[in-house]
Nanobody, 121 residues
Framework: QVQLVESGGGLVQAGGSLRLSCAAS????????MGWYRQAPGKQRGLVAT???????NYADSVKGRFTISRDNAKNTVYLQMSSLKPEDTGVYYC???????????????WGRGTQVTVSG
């Protein structure tokens, strides 16, 4: 009932930049938190950054000062601007959204299918 579609991944050299986007669509009354996780090969999925509906942000220590998360509530879209990329940033990046489908039902976490980011060193 809710779909999240990521875009913007790709191959970039170390020190470069990429901007990821994730658009939510479907039965949406309100979106609470949105954010990004990533999964490197052979590792568990881990938090990259989150943003609440009023714009409060939280970042993993490894990306502070290099990544910026933002959102456009009118478009139900979250962005991740990644700069000064390092090879260790390589992985599949997944977006999520905590979606309320009506005013009474608690939010449900939906996930995108992921977008590959590869940073060559």
């Amino acid at each position: 009932q809710v779909q999240l579609v990521e875009s913007g991944g790709g191959l970039v050299q170390a020190g470069g930049s990429l901007r990821l986007s994730c658009a939510a669509s479907g039965r949406i009354f309100r979106i609470n938190a949105m954010g990004w996780y990533r999964q490197a090969p052979g590792k568990q999925r881990g938090l990259v950054a989150t943003i609440t509906s009023d714009g409060s942000t939280n970042y993993a220590d490894s990306v502070k000062g290099r990544f910026t998360i933002s959102r456009d509530n009118a478009k139900n879209t979250v962005y991740l601007q990644m700069s000064s990329l390092k090879p260790e940033d390589t992985g599949v990046y997944y977006c999520y959204a905590d979606v309320m489908m009506d005013s009474l039902t608690p939010s449900i976490k939906y996930w995108g299918r992921g977008t590959q980011v590869t940073v060559s060193g």
